[in-house]
């Protein structure tokens, strides 16, 4: 399926097989906290080494010094309402519309072609094979149709963040196991029935997978689209700094660019847990820590 | 599609009244054409009203194929299935079922899980008004005080247990169980036998129970029925005229051993039958 980024977060539990190739390791006595945080050092000591001895010019790789100061600036900018304010929210907007859109039109149509032979049988393989064209490369085209306004940006993001739903919501629908259909059948369970009871229900873990992932490509599809002109957007200000060598600029702004993912992406994955309380994963994380 | 001349014969041969019986079969067979398999052939049967039937046979001779024919759930190629004198064409309430997993639905409760076919068949206001008698149901089993909790926090044995709540809701006229132990641990799989034996003769239920523990099948049967794979068809009947209840103790008796070693017997002659074809 998609991937899931929230598999790269969170304590990391061993399975007991598993701790028998590991045990022993000085990296499990260490608490998580301790190691992702010394990594973290070790990489900005890193990024400092490597601006700090010039191995390339100060202006093309600033150093993590300049970089938090310029993050500091944006931030006082875009608490004081100035012009990063606005691109943070018009891309916000455009990430947000591209994602809603996505989800709706994912999700309906995932559930017509997961749920209909013409759909499983000549649709699937189609959305499968668009699916893995690079779609990105769309981007000129959707300036082309509509303009450079904020519109082909959210048609971009839609268009990106889209894929995902519709392929996990489709392959969702199978998910129930044949006897549980077959015990449907058995209590004369209308197609209705068994599409809002059994299919739907079941269906959930792989459309959050889905709508996870299109959480982060619909910021993806935004700036895409940004990045082709026209726009006021995060993107934009990105484009205009790298072509005038703030590349700190340019850093501090994909910093608040992952910021707008983050939260979306947290969004969902909270609408998740409440919904699906009663799922495996969900089930493992509540023994695990309680 | 009823081969009249057949059961004026087979009526004749049996003295018993007719009200006796819940079902009869006859004829039945099932083709299935896609692989041009003869899954089932010829198969008759009757069932008498309170009585356990088992069904025995080597994996891939058609019980699971004859139990959901038995549902209405796939149609039979030709025959006739009779329950309490009509013929089924499809589902029906009548009929409960249940399979080797307990099939719960996961996000609901063990009481909603019970009455969910009330709430597919007649809605929400009527499976809330059958609370009361599924709440019953799950004491009858055991599960008294487990109305709230979901599946996730049951055992495999307890959630069997729902899943009978759930076939019992709608006071079935005959239980068709496939395999519904097989995947249970050795100790809970004779407690849940006791159990169900208990629980039939509590409902004064008729049971159809496939399965493919010889021990099983003649612990809580009548009659066991053994079949022989390919074409499918029910070789022999076996007897079972143990008294009851049943108890556990009773599988070390001589008698017993002589219904396990008999069944077995017709389980091998059948399956040697098969492999000559
Ligand atoms: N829907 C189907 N289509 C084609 N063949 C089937 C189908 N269902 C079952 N069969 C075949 O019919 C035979 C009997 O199957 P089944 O009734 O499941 O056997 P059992 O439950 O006794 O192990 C098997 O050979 C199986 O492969
Ligand atoms: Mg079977």
Same mark, same amino acid.
């Given at each position: ?43 900005? $000591?890193? /990024? /400092? ?22 993050? /500091? ?6 608490? &004081? ?28 149509? $995932? ?60 392959? $969702? ?51 895409? $689209? ?43 994955? /909270? ?9 495996? &994963? ?9 | ?18 009200? +006796? ?40 001779? !058609? ?5 959901? @024919? ?16 009509? =013929? ?31 709430? @597919? ?13 599924? %709440? ?5 089993? !055991?599960?008294?005080?487990? +109305? ?8 495999? !044995?307890?959630?069997? *247990? ?12 005959? %239980?068709?169980?496939? =395999? ?5 641990? =050795? ?42 794979? *390919? ?23 001589? =008698? ?22």
């Amino acid at each position: 399926m998609t991937f899931k980024p929230e598999e790269l977060a969170g304590p990391v539990e061993m399975s007991d097989a598993e701790a028998l190739w590991y045990s022993g390791k000085w990296i499990d006595r260490v608490p998580q906290w301790v190691s992702v945080t010394v990594l973290g050092l070790a990489m900005l $000591g890193i /990024w /400092w080494l490597i601006a700090e001895l010039e191995f390339v010019s100060r202006i093309l790789l600033p150093g993590p010094a300049e970089t938090f100061e310029e993050l /500091w600036d944006t931030t006082k900018n875009i608490v &004081s309402g100035g012009h990063i304010a606005e691109g943070l929210w018009i891309t916000t907007q455009e990430v947000v519309w591209g994602f809603l859109l996505a989800a709706f039109a994912g999700f309906v149509l $995932g559930v017509v072609v997961g749920e209909t032979r013409l759909g499983k049988r000549a649709v699937m393989p189609y959305l499968v094979s668009f699916n893995a064209l690079p779609k990105v490369a769309f981007a000129p085209v959707f300036v082309a149709w509509f303009g450079f306004g904020v519109n082909s940006k959210i048609v971009m993001a839609t268009f990106i963040a889209f894929f995902p739903v519709i392929v996990d919501t489709a392959a $969702g629908m199978l998910a129930a196991d044949d006897d549980t259909l077959m015990l449907f059948k058995s209590m004369e369970s209308s197609r209705w029935q068994t599409l809002r009871k059994l299919k739907l229900p079941s269906a959930l873990p792989f459309i959050f997978a889905g709508l996870k992932t299109a959480a982060v490509f619909s910021v993806v599809g935004a700036v895409v $689209g940004e990045y082709l002109g026209g726009g006021h957007g995060l993107g934009e200000l990105i484009r205009f700094s790298a072509q005038t060598l703030r590349i700190d600029r340019v850093f501090a702004l994909i910093v608040y660019l992952g910021v707008i993912g983050l939260l979306l992406f947290g969004l969902v994955a /909270w609408a998740e847990r409440k919904l699906l309380f009663w799922h495996k &994963s969900e089930i493992f994380e509540i023994q695990g820590t309680g | 599609m009823i081969e009249s001349t057949d059961s004026v014969d087979r009526a004749g041969q049996q003295p018993r009244p007719v009200n +006796d019986e819940v079902v009869r079969i006859t004829g039945l067979s099932k083709t299935f054409h896609k692989r041009g398999l003869n899954a089932l052939d010829d198969v008759d049967m009757t069932l008498r009203h309170g009585t356990f039937t088992s069904v025995i046979g080597p994996s891939g001779c !058609g019980k699971s194929t004859l139990l959901k @024919i038995m549902a209405g759930l796939i149609p039979a190629s030709s025959g006739e299935i009779l329950l309490n004198g009509v =013929e089924v064409t499809g589902p029906r309430q009548d009929i409960g079922i249940m399979f080797q997993q307990p099939t719960l639905l996961p996000w609901r409760t063990s009481l909603e899980n019970v009455l969910l076919p009330i709430e @597919i068949r007649s809605g929400s206001a009527a499976a809330q008004e059958r609370s009361a008698d599924a %709440l019953q149901l799950l004491e009858l089993v !055991g599960l008294g005080g487990f +109305d709230q909790v979901r599946p996730f926090e049951l055992s495999g !044995g307890m959630a069997q *247990r729902v899943a009978i709540c759930r076939m019992l809701v709608t006071g079935p006229a005959i %239980l068709l169980l496939d =395999e519904p132990f097989g995947a249970l641990d =050795e100790l809970t799989r004779e407690y849940m036998n006791v159990e169900l034996q208990r629980i039939c003769r509590e409902r004064d239920a008729t049971s159809f129970m496939v399965t493919h523990a010889i021990p099983e099948a003649v612990f809580l049967a009548d009659q066991v029925f053994v079949m022989s794979a *390919r074409p499918g068809r029910i070789a022999t009947i076996v007897d079972v005229d143990l008294p009851r209840p049943r108890t556990l103790d009773m599988m070390t008796t001589p =008698e017993f051993g002589a219904l396990v070693r008999r069944v077995r017997h017709e389980l091998n002659m059948g399956i040697g039958e098969g492999g000559e074809e």
